[in-house]
Antibody, heavy 118, light 107 residues
Framework: EVQLVESGGGLVPPGGSLRLSCAAS????????MHWVRQTTGEGLEWVSG???????FYPGSVKGRFTISRDNAKNSLYLQIYSLTAGDTAIYYC????????????WGRGTPVTVSS | YVLTQPPSVSVATGKTATITCGGY??????VHWYQRKPGQAPVLVIY???DRPSGVPGRFSGSNSGNPATLTISRVEAGDEGDYYC???????????FGGGTKLTVL
């Protein structure tokens, strides 16, 4: 089955760090750009990082320096390391497969929730 | 770059729902649309303005001939309830832009 499964979310104190994982199956993972998108409480979707098959990583200015995306093609896995967490990072984090010369996302996981609170 | 969507749209079962997505010169961009239901993975329903991924019902269609771009759902069903987001690629420092989302309620 073609799918993405995120893990690693949870409750983290402000200032802490967290590593999210995304396990891909059913498709040639190494042939696709991969991304992380988050859904904050009461807000819409926000793209937070991407990594290409041969280029990247890419980040929006809002998270640059605190988020690190990486991939392990041998393990069909995508990762997101988040540092210096704040309440504003509380969200559901989705892993998504990017397609097209100008990215859109044709496959998503169900997401993993991250809550930043003391 | 900012994409503007109405917060909510309500439509009766069997009728047509239209969700708009406004942005500067949006007709020059490719617009993509996603459906998100609580607890489920988001689903791409329209890409490149009006193309439909395999498995998406033909009741879903998209248009981008000006401002705004639109997602149209014909013969709306209860199962179409959820949040719908438009998305474009932009050449600025943040290349992936999502609209604020529209909650579709089926009456």
């Amino acid at each position: 089955e073609v799918q993405l499964v995120e893990s690693g979310g949870g409750l983290v104190p402000p200032g802490g760090s967290l590593r999210l994982s995304c396990a891909a199956s059913g498709f040639a993972f190494s042939s696709y750009d991969m991304h992380w998108v988050r859904q904050t409480t009461g807000e819409g979707l926000e793209w937070v990082s991407g990594i290409g098959t041969v280029d990247g990583p890419f980040y929006p200015g809002s998270v640059k320096g605190r988020f690190t995306i990486s991939r392990d093609n041998a393990k069909n896995s995508l990762y997101l390391q988040i540092y210096s967490l704040t309440a504003g990072d509380t969200a559901i984090y989705y892993c998504a497969r990017g397609v097209g010369g100008h990215w859109h996302f044709d496959l998503w996981g169900r997401g993993t929730p991250v809550t930043v609170s003391s | 770059y900012v994409l503007t969507q109405p917060p909510s749209v309500s439509v009766a079962t069997g009728k047509t729902a239209t969700i708009t997505c406004g942005g500067y010169d949006i007709g020059r961009k490719s617009v993509h649309w996603y459906q998100r239901k609580p607890g489920q993975a988001p689903v791409l329903v329209i890409y490149n303005d009006g193309d439909r991924p395999s498995g998406v019902p033909g009741r879903f269609s998209g248009s981008n001939s000006g401002n705004p771009a639109t997602l149209t759902i014909s013969r709306v069903e209860a199962g179409d309830e959820g949040d719908y987001y438009c998305q474009v690629w932009d050449s600025g420092s943040n290349p992936v832009i999502f609209g604020g989302g529209t909650k579709l309620t089926v009456l």
